[in-house]
């Protein structure tokens, strides 16, 4: 039998107690044994993985390309590093001011209020965050594949309701099957978009009317994570429903076009009375450093560094769609800097021999088939992965 975890539980499970304060002071170790005790989206031992493939990769005789975990290998701007350096001697000060310039930015950027934006460590802080409080409420629904499928591991005890919603057979997200599953029990329906693993996307009109009809119901949880690489990401994201005033949730994050993956700047954009319930399992801000909010304050000026990130990724992008093609290998069609393909051997056993030839990957298994995710990089990138897929399949 499951329970819904409340804020007692969750302050009981030792995270708050431990670090007197959130999030961002708690040890990795703490929060790690904090969020799997109550066996909730257990993105730290996601990370702890990650950094035992890097060990791995670190041994092998060369390493050639890391594109495992969709980082920005052009990033971050040459304007947002001169941003962190002229910031680096007020680091003694708390980030308030430039944290506030930050949101004012971001309000503008989508035509906001300042009060609808609440800043994050990364989005991955806010996600959890959204998770928490959704749990506090009733069942989270999501897609059967999506970034957040695989981490609420435990059928047992405290574990966060969910419900998986299967993709498509085009392996795009089934509003419509979702739209009629959704009941008073509900309580927050996550919608990845570009979805991850996948890359796949969701044509914007479809889901602005899932929107429309499911937010009454329940907060649909939209994670943009991958936005900025749709076609057109300005009227693909779901900020208007924002404008609108319903009850829709958006994350988005600097890792991803910007760079920013070790400089932890994501944001969410909601309405006010939501993102104050968030705030409960969060620390609606304060966790974001001086020098990374003035560097994300840069970069969103640096219109010449965004659109030459978007050229290479294309770019590279393509090349490593042709090289799977040459091969023989089909692949899903990728909005986002990440494409993935089915293989033909275990994925496990594709990681360790590509491991060894200097190049890291990640594999999935789902719809009883084993995939190969492979992030975007440099054209050298891409052509070591061609070398090493080549030499790892042969
Ligand atoms: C779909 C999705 N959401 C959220 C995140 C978390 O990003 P970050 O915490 O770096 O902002 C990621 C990271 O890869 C992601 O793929």
Known sequence: MSFIVNRRDWLKSGLLASSGLALGSATTAQASTAYSSLGIFDVYAEREREIVQEALLAAAPQVRARLSSNENPWGPAPTAIKAIADNAPKAFLYAGPVTAELKKTIAGMHGVTPDQVMLGAGSSELLMASLLLAATKGKVMMAETCYISGRDAREDGATMKTEKVPLTKDYQYDLEAMATRVNSETSMIYVCNPNNPTGVMLPSAKLKSFCDSVSPKATVLVDEAYIDYAPNPATDSMVECIRKGQNVLILRTLSKLHGFAGLRIGYALGQPAL????????????????????????????????????????????????????????????????????????????????????????????????????????????????????????
């Open 275 to 394: 993102l104050k319930d968030l705030r409960k399992f969060c620390s609606g801000g304060f966790t974001v450093s001086t020098t990374s909010a003035a560097a994300a304050v840069a970069s969103f000026k640096d219109k010449a560094f965004q659109d030459m990130v978007l050229k290479n990724t294309i770019e590279s992008k393509k090349f490593l769609c042709d090289s799977l093609t040459s091969m023989g290998y089909s692949y899903l069609p990728s909005s986002a800097n990440f494409v993935l393909f089915p293989i033909k051997m275990k994925g496990p056993m594709l990681l360790q021999k590509m491991m060894a030839e200097g190049v890291s990957v990640k594999s999935w298994f789902f719809d009883q088939q084993h995939w190969c995710r492979v992030s975007i990089g440099t054209m050298d990138e891409m052509k070591a992965f061609k070398d090493a897929f080549a030499k790892s399949v042969s």
